[in-house]
């Protein structure tokens, strides 16, 4: 089973839609976790945290699940501008903290 | 605030031969990563330095990669001799946690080096 799993999509979704992502991971230990955002032949960046707590950025909600080891990115209102890949990464600390990054799922936003 | 310095941009060479990248992080970054990432695939970390310590090579396919951040600043990584699976884009990455770790993690990535392998 991989650390990181993500649903690779692609998602096509219509200006103006709520979409999720979806992501699962295998190590209950893990401590931290992250929304990654890569644009098409760029580098990722840090989209948002994700507290235990839920958290809210705009119009993205981020939200953990430890029981189910589950994790999700909901994008209301979709833009054009949101069309990349979301990288799903959970950080296990041990020895050192090692930031494990899924496969990404790819969102299309369209007219 | 200058960003994550990666050269060179892109490489071309044929399988066998030998490749360098290099990278310098964000001034007072300690902690530097690079990733491997194939494409449609996420970034798959290689091997990272604390200062100028190695934390995690667990991934880094020892037999042909060899990395260094001698100073503790900039790194170069090293392929030798390349095969046609290395083709991927190599991205260094930095951040400025240390051992006493927060829960925050931000990694600042380079623009990363295309490296293909014919």
């Known amino acids: 089973r991989k650390e990181v799993e993500q649903d690779p999509g692609p998602f096509n979704v219509p200006e103006g839609a709520t979409v999720a992502f979806n992501c699962t991971y295998s190590?209950?230990?893990?401590?931290?976790f992250f929304w990654y955002r890569q644009d098409c032949r760029k580098e990722p960046k840090l989209l948002m945290s994700v507290y235990s707590s839920g958290n809210e950025d705009g119009r993205f909600t981020a939200q953990l699940n430890r029981a189910s080891q589950y994790i999700s990115l909901l994008i209301r209102d979709s833009k054009l501008s949101d069309s990349a890949t979301y990288l799903c990464?959970?950080?296990?600390?041990?020895?050192?903290?090692?930031?494990?990054f899924g496969t990404g799922t790819r969102l299309q936003v369209t007219l | 605030e200058a960003g994550v310095a990666q050269s060179p941009r892109y490489k071309i060479i044929e399988k066998r031969q030998s490749v360098a990248f290099w990278c310098n992080p964000i001034s007072g970054h300690a902690t530097l990563y690079w990733y491997q990432q194939i494409l449609g695939q996420g970034p798959k970390l290689l091997i990272q330095f604390q200062n100028n310590g190695v934390v995690d090579d667990s991934q880094l396919p020892k037999d042909r990669f060899s990395a260094e951040r001698l100073k503790g600043v900039d790194s170069t990584l090293k392929i030798q001799p390349a095969k046609l699976e290395d083709s991927a884009v190599y991205l260094c990455a930095s951040s400025s946690h240390g051992r006493v770790r927060p829960t925050n993690e931000k990694l600042f990535f380079g623009s990363g080096t295309q490296l293909s392998v014919l």
């Open positions: 190590n209950s230990a893990s401590q931290s």
């Open positions: 990464v959970v950080s296990n600390t041990g020895t050192a903290s090692k930031l494990t």
